[in-house]
C-alpha cells in the first residue's frame, strides 16, 4: 500500500443518544480511489463527511478518536474548516452548482482563498480540462451553470472541488442522479484524478466500485467490518457479512 493521506484512530461518532461511527481505524492510501460501500444506513456518508467536517453545524454531533490527513490532527482546534476544505474538497450525490457562470463557478473558491485575480483565469481552465469539460463549455462560460446538463453539471462540481488544488477528493455518491453515459464520464475522470488527488468514493453500485476502486472498505451498523484491495474484497472476502452483501444475499 501506498503512503497513507487520511486515517482514523478509534473514531466514534454520535448524533444525541444515537451511536453512528463505532470505533473505526482506517488508513487511506495516497493516490488511489477508496470506495466505501455497504447497505443504507451503515455510515458510509457519516464517516466521509467527517473527513471534511461537515457535522460542524450539527449541534448533537460529537467525535471521539482522531481525523488525520497524514499527521494533521483535522479536529484540532487550530485549524479552521476553510483550511480544512481547501486541502480536502467535497462532490456531492446531487449536483449543486452555484447560481452563477460557469466561469464563476470555479473563481468563487479562487477569490475566496485570495487567489491573485490575474491567475485565476488560467486556473479555472485547466480545472476545467481536468474534469473533462473544458471542450463543452470553453465558448460559454459567461453562461449560468445550472443551464448545463446533470451530467455536465456534476463534473463542473469535480471541477469546482480541483481549482483549490486539494490533496483529498470526497465524493458522496456522486453518480446516483445520473444517466449511465454521464456516469461513464464522471467514472473515466475519477480514474485520471488519483494521478494528483487522492479520492475516497461513497457508492451502493458494486460494478462502479468494482471498475474505479483501488481498495473498498465494507461498512456494517456503523463499523468497518473489512478493508482491503478491491481485488480481494470482490473475490476473495474474509468475513461472511462481506461475501454476503456483494453476492447480493445479505439480509
Not at 30 to 49: D, Y
Not at 121 to 126: F, L, Q
Request: one cysteine or more; glycine letters at 6%; charged letters at 25%.
Amino acid at each position: 500500500m501506498s503512503q497513507t493521506k487520511l486515517s482514523t484512530q478509534s473514531l466514534n461518532l454520535h448524533f444525541g443518544d444515537k451511536h453512528v461511527l463505532k470505533g473505526i481505524n482506517i488508513e487511506i492510501p495516497a493516490n488511489k480511489v477508496t470506495a466505501l460501500i455497504g447497505p443504507s444506513g451503515c455510515g458510509k456518508s457519516t464517516l466521509l463527511r467527517s473527513f471534511n467536517r461537515m457535522h460542524d453545524l450539527t449541534p448533537e454531533a460529537y467525535i471521539e478518536g482522531k481525523l488525520l490527513l497524514e499527521q494533521l490532527d483535522l479536529y484540532d482546534k487550530k485549524n479552521t474548516v476553510t483550511d480544512i476544505r481547501k486541502r480536502i474538497g467535497m462532490v456531492f450525490q446531487k449536483p449543486n452548482p452555484l447560481p452563477k457562470s460557469i466561469f464563476d463557478n470555479l473563481a468563487y473558491g479562487l477569490k475566496l482563498h485570495k487567489t491573485p485575480k490575474k491567475e485565476i483565469p488560467d486556473m479555472v481552465t485547466k480545472a476545467l480540462q481536468e474534469s473533462y469539460l473544458w471542450e463543452e463549455v470553453k465558448d460559454e462560460l459567461q453562461k449560468p451553470a445550472v443551464q448545463l446538463s446533470g451530467g455536465q453539471q456534476q463534473r463542473l462540481c469535480i471541477a469546482r472541488a480541483v481549482v483549490l488544488r486539494p490533496e483529498v477528493i470526497l465524493m458522496d455518491e456522486p453518480c446516483s442522479a445520473l444517466d449511465p453515459i454521464s456516469t461513464k464520464k464522471v467514472e473515466e475522470l475519477i480514474l485520471s484524478l488519483k494521478d494528483d488527488y487522492t479520492v475516497v468514493i461513497v457508492t451502493h453500485n458494486m460494478q462502479q466500485a468494482q471498475r474505479i476502486a483501488d481498495y473498498v472498505a465494507f461498512m456494517y451498523l456503523g463499523e468497518v467490518i473489512e478493508f482491503d484491495e478491491c481485488e480481494k474484497i470482490f473475490h476473495q472476502p474474509q468475513h461472511e457479512l462481506t461475501r454476503n452483501y456483494i453476492e447480493g444475499t445479505f439480509g
